[in-house]
C-alpha cells in the first residue's frame, strides 16, 4: 500500500500499520515518526530556528513518500546565498525551525507506485522547486516556477510536511514530486553536480533566451556561486566574456575560467569606461547597488538580466540613468525543471564545473559567513554524511 | 554684425556699440542688458527662488543671438511636472532664481548669419533641450537627448547664459541654436502645440520604438498630461488602448479619447485581474510607484516603458515580482530633434491634440499645486503675454 499524504488516508494507514508496503525500498528508512503517525520520513539536517541565521542540528519529519514522490539519499547540498537571505528573515517573516538548501544531490531509494520517471538506485538533484499545479499556462511550457502554486523547496507552506513548510536539503534525505527531481548523469559527480540545481539553472536560462554564444560579448556582474557559473557557461558557448567583479583578489580565478576582459569595479565610474559596449549583461549581485551604471555597460537597446535578488526583493533604479542607457531591464527566477534538466546535462557533456569548496555540517555557520563576506571559491557543498 | 557669445567678440562688439546690425528684426527687442552687456536679451519671466517651488515675476538677460541661434517671441508655454520636480530641488540642488518650462511655442523674430532653418515670423517651437555637442554617436543617430554634453531647456550650466544657467520658457522669450527649434506647421494652434514640445515627443518616441499600432494591446498608466497623449498616439495608431488611472473622475474624459478599456486602480490588486494582457505599457507615473505591479499587466517578455521621472530619479522595483511578470523594463527620455519635429507634424496632421486649460502669468502657482493634485485636465498652457 502506498503512503498517502491525504489525511483520511493516512489515518486509515495509521489503523493499518504498515510501513512502506507500496513502495521500493533500498535500504534501512525510518518509516515512522517519532510521534509514531506512518510512514513519515525522519530526516537529520541542520536548520535556522530565527533571524540570526545560525543554523543547529535538528531532527524532523518529512511527509510520507506518495505515489508521485520519490524518496531521495541526500548526498550533498550546497550554499545558495538565497539560502542566508531567506532565513535570515531578508525577504519577509519565516517559520523556524527551517531547513534552507536548494541544490541537493543524492541517491533515489525509494519510489511511489505511480513513478515512473526514477527507479531506486538512481542518480537524482532537486532544486529550488518541489511542487506546482502541472496544470496553468506556466506548468504547460515548462515554466512551473512562475505558476502561482509552485512550493519552493523550503520555507513554503506545504500541507502534507508534518512541520507546515516545505523543508529544504541542508539535510540526509527528502522526499519530493518525481517531476521536480532531475537525473543526474553518470559524467559528472555528484558533488559537482549540486550547484547546477540554482546557480547552473538561474544563470542557464537568461542566457539561453539571450542566446548568447559566438560573437557576443557578454557581461557577468558578481562572480560568486552563480557569477561563475554563468561565466563558464557562456565561455562554453562561445561568447566574449567580460567579467565585473569588486573583489581584485578574484582576478586570477576568472582568468582561470576563461575570461580576459576582468574589471574591478572598486567605483561604480570603473563601469563607465565600458559604456555601451556589450550586448548583454547578468547581474548576480544579490544586494542592492547601482543597477544602471552596470546596465550603461549595455549597448543602447541591449538587455541586461538581474538574478541575484536582494533583501526585501526591492532593487532601487535611477530612471535618468537608466534612460540614458537605453537598457532592457529584466529579472529572471532560475528555470523550469525542463531546463534544469537541460543545464545538467549540458554541463555534465560540456564539462562545465563548478569551483566548490566541500565542507562537514558543522562548518556551515562559518561558510554562511564566508558567502556573505565574499570569501566563497565559489560554491560550499556540504557532504550529507555529516547531518 | 553678428552678435556672437565669445567673450572676445563681445569685448569687440561692446566697443563697437553695434546693436544687432547682422540679425533679422520682426520688431523692437531689447538688444542691452540693464548692465550695458551689448547683444544680450531682457526677458520677463517667472522663476523659482527657492526650493519652495512658488515662482515670482522676474527679469532677466538671455545671450545675444548668436551666429546658429534664433529668438522665440514666446507666445504660449505649457506646464509639465518635470518643472515642478526640478524647482523644487527633487532631482538635485538648483540655482536659483531659475525659470522653468520646456514646452515652448513662439514667433522667430531674430535668425543669426548662418541659420537657413528659421526666418524671422516662422512659428517655432522649443522643447527639453537647447543645445548638444551635435558630433557624437548620440547626435549622429539624432539621439541628442543621450549626448553628453547635452543642455536641457533649464537649470543647466550654460557658460553662454548671463545666468550661468540655462532659463526655461515660463517667459516673453528665448534665445536657442537653431537645431534645437522645430517648426510649428499651420494647421495647429500654438496653445495646442506646446504640449507635444515635452509630454507629445516623451510618449511619441517611445510608442513609435514599441511599434503599437493595429493589433497591439497597449497600456498607458498615468492619464495626466503625458498619459493623455500617450493615449491620443495610440488610439489614433489604431492600437487598442488600456488607460490605468487613480482618478475616477478622469475616466469619462479617458473614454472621451477613445479608450474602452479603463482601470481604476484604487489598489495595486486592481491590476491583478489584467495581468499578463498586454503588448506594451507606457507609465508617466512621476512618483514612486509599485512599477512591478503595473508591468505585471504585460504579457511575459514584453516591454515596459517608464518615462515619468520621480523624485531623486529613483524607481523601486520588486525583483521577484518583476521576474514573475517577465517584462523588460526600460526608461525613455523625451525624444531627438528629428522625432520632435515628427510628432508636432503627426499630432498636427492627424488632429491628435492635447486637452489644454488656458492661463495667465498670475495662476501659474495654482496650477501647479493642481497639477500635484492631479486635478489638471490635462495640461496648462501660460499665455506668454500675460508675463
Redesign the interface.
Known amino acids: 500500500m502506498t503512503q498517502e499524504i491525504d489525511r483520511e488516508k493516512r489515518d486509515f494507514m495509521r489503523a493499518s500499520a504498515l510501513a512502506g508496503g507500496g513502495l521500493l525500498l533500498s535500504g534501512p528508512v525510518v518509516l515512522f515518526a517519532a510521534n509514531g503517525q506512518p510512514g513519515t520520513i525522519r530526516s537529520r539536517g541542520y536548520a535556522a530556528v530565527d533571524t540570526s541565521g545560525k543554523l543547529v542540528p535538528w531532527t524532523f519529519e518529512r511527509r510520507p513518500v506518495g505515489d508521485d514522490d520519490i524518496l531521495i539519499d541526500i548526498k550533498y547540498a550546497s550554499i545558495c546565498h538565497s539560502d542566508i537571505h531567506q532565513m535570515r528573515g531578508h525577504?519577509g517573516p519565516q517559520q523556524y525551525p527551517q531547513v534552507p538548501g536548494h541544490e541537493i544531490v543524492g541517491v533515489v531509494t525509494a519510489v511511489g507506485k505511480n513513478v515512473t520517471k526514477f527507479k531506486v538506485g538512481d542518480r537524482a538533484g532537486v532544486g529550488c522547486m518541489v511542487d506546482s499545479c502541472l496544470d496553468c499556462e506556466h506548468c504547460e511550457i515548462d515554466q512551473e516556477q512562475?505558476c502561482p502554486e509552485t512550493t519552493f523547496t523550503y520555507g513554503y507552506p506545504m500541507a502534507s510536511s508534518p512541520t507546515g513548510i516545505s523543508q529544504g536539503g541542508y539535510s540526509n534525505n527528502i522526499v519530493v514530486r518525481d517531476h521536480f527531481a532531475v537525473h543526474i548523469p553518470e559524467t559528472i559527480s555528484l558533488q559537482e553536480a549540486a550547484p547546477l540545481l540554482c546557480a547552473g539553472i538561474t544563470t542557464y536560462s537568461p542566457l539561453m533566451r539571450a542566446d548568447v554564444g559566438k560573437g557576443t560579448k557578454v557581461g557577468v556582474a558578481g562572480i560568486g556561486g552563480l557569477g561563475h557559473m554563468a561565466i563558464k557557461l557562456a565561455v562554453s558557448r562561445g561568447a566574449e566574456v567580460h567579467a565585473f567583479t569588486t573583489s581584485p583578489s578574484k582576478v586570477d580565478d576568472i582568468r582561470g575560467f576563461g575570461v580576459e576582459h576582468v574589471t574591478v569595479v572598486d567605483d561604480p565610474k570603473a563601469l563607465a569606461a565600458h559604456a555601451g559596449t556589450l550586448d548583454y549583461m547578468i547581474s548576480t549581485i544579490p544586494v542592492q547597488y547601482d543597477v544602471a551604471a552596470y546596465a550603461s555597460v549595455v549597448r543602447?537597446y541591449g538587455?541586461f538580466t538581474?538574478v541575484g535578488?536582494?533583501e526585501r526583493?526591492?532593487?532601487?533604479?535611477?530612471?535618468?540613468?537608466?534612460?540614458?542607457a537605453?537598457?532592457?531591464?529584466?529579472?529572471?527566477?532560475i528555470g523550469g525543471m525542463k531546463e534544469t534538466q537541460e543545464v545538467v546535462d549540458y554541463c555534465a557533456s560540456n564539462g562545465v564545473l563548478p569551483e566548490i569548496q566541500l565542507i562537514k555540517a558543522g562548518q556551515i555557520n562559518d561558510a554562511w559567513d564566508k558567502v556573505v563576506n565574499k570569501q566563497a571559491r565559489y560554491r560550499y557543498v556540504i557532504d550529507a554524511a555529516t547531518f
Open positions: 525577504w512562475y543602447p538587455a538581474q535578488m536582494p526583493f526591492e532593487l532601487t533604479i535611477n530612471s535618468i540613468a537608466l534612460s540614458i537605453r537598457v532592457n531591464f529584466n529579472v529572471s527566477l
